[in-house]
């Protein structure tokens, strides 16, 4: 019997790490630019005019704004062909004061997102899923030169959340190519020993609860209970769902693939929703924008 009860999760507080990133960009671009008279370059290209895109698109123009990084703006219409997206990529490669180039998703069906994304200069790839970073991030002994931002945002979170990630036990939940997979790379290059599960696997509460550490990104509103987690365990929810919520103006509300009012009661460390991996992942794609940068402009 436990002689105490478990107290209840520390919530990691992401807008708080993020700012604190933030910060030392700020700090590095003002160096850049006293030293050389040269700041990162950051272009966004996006198609058409989805509201989330645009809202995403602008959070990350503002971000620019306020670090000292110039914003490229690139907006396409919708029915703008791919060779037009291909042909604007290509320019943007050849521009020596674009350092990042990020190409809004989802693009319109009419365009071939996989193609689009292989055009982008693997060393202007700041969103990190050229097939040639991905494929150095599986291999043992490579380095990628941009991490994706969501992954590189959650191990971020961990270790500067004193999280030793070395032999522990981390099941990741889904396996998506933006998130999930990535992320089990990062993690094995952590020298943690992981496990993936997915829509498949048999029994996945047994094995979420052998973790010390989760990262949840199934998509799944509320999914992960608190029953489902090892006491003390480390939970990144990466999850973002929007559910009925009659009390909201909006009439809905915003959940992560955690249960969080129940998982808190017995992880030692909770990331919330929202507030906990979405702002790391704009401050890692202004990182990778000034790790392009710095490149690119020290060489």
Excluded at 51 to 57: E, G, L, T
Excluded at 227 to 256: C, E, F, Q
């Amino acid at each position: 019997m436990a002689s105490e009860e478990q107290k209840e999760a520390t919530i990691i507080d992401g807008k708080a790490i993020a700012q604190t990133i933030r910060n030392e960009i700020a700090s590095e671009v003002l160096l850049l630019s006293q030293k050389y008279g040269k700041v990162p370059g950051l272009a966004v290209v996006i198609v058409g005019n989805r509201k989330d895109s645009q809202s995403y698109v602008n959070m990350k123009r503002k971000a620019c704004c306020e670090l000292g990084i110039r914003s490229y703006d690139i907006d396409l219409p919708e029915e703008v062909s791919e060779e037009e997206v291909v042909k604007k990529v290509h320019e943007l490669n050849d521009d020596p004061d674009v350092h990042g180039i990020l190409v809004q998703l989802p693009l319109p069906k009419h365009i071939n997102e996989e193609k689009v994304l292989t055009e982008i200069s693997i060393e202007k790839d700041v969103d990190g899923f050229h097939p040639l970073n991905i494929g150095k991030l599986a291999m043992k002994g490579r380095e990628p030169l941009f991490q994706p931002c969501t992954p590189k945002g959650c191990v971020e979170l961990l270790t500067r959340s004193g999280v030793s990630i070395r032999g522990k036990k981390a099941v990741v939940v889904g396996r998506s190519n933006i998130v999930g997979l990535p992320v089990a790379l990062l993690l094995l290059k952590a020298d943690a020993t992981v496990t993936v599960v997915h829509s498949h696997t048999r029994d996945s509460e047994s094995i979420i609860r052998s973790a010390d550490i989760i990262i949840a990104a199934a998509g799944q509103p509320m999914m992960i209970k608190g029953d489902w987690i090892k006491p003390g365990a480390a939970v990144i929810d990466v999850g973002t769902n929007a559910i009925d919520d009659p009390s909201r103006k909006s009439g809905y509300r915003l959940v992560g693939d955690v249960d969080f009012q129940e998982v808190k009661k017995v992880a030692g460390l909770l990331t919330p929703v929202p507030g906990g991996v979405g702002p790391m992942t704009v401050a890692m794609l202004l990182k990778n924008t000034l790790d392009g940068a710095k490149r690119k402009i020290e060489q």
